[in-house]
């Protein structure tokens, strides 16, 4: 998965960390890496929730008007997250799991992006908040 201009907000802590993701998921992803799927998918799981803390902290201080519902679609894809990894920890690193990420991770990271945390970079855009 690479990173591209059109995946910018424009708020730079958004953004470094969002290019996180994507080196972590890349990780993830790389058949070099098959060993230590585990270690990937716990630094991965990790780094969503801190992700997802400090977006919420920026959503609080910009008095957010979509802030809940943000926050209920980041609760919910975090324990799709978990069951994903759950089901790795039993099942381990097949096809089926490598098939589950690029659809279920790849396909939110880039849903999360480009609909929700632009509307937010838009608000704060419009209200001329810095985030
Ligand atoms: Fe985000």
Known sequence: MLWNASYETGIAKIDEQHKELFRAIDNLLDVKNKGRVKEMLDYLGAYIVKHFTDEQQLHVK???????????????????????????????????????????????LTEHIMVHDKEFAAYCRANNIKG
């Not at 910009?62 to 790795?88: E, G, S």
């Open 62 to 108: 910009a008095k957010y008007p979509k802030a809940a519902a943000h926050r209920a679609f980041h609760d919910n894809y975090v324990k799709v997250f978990n069951q994903l990894k759950a089901k790795f920890e039993n099942e381990g690193a097949t096809l089926a799991m490598t098939q589950a990420v690029n659809k279920s991770v790849v396909g939110w």
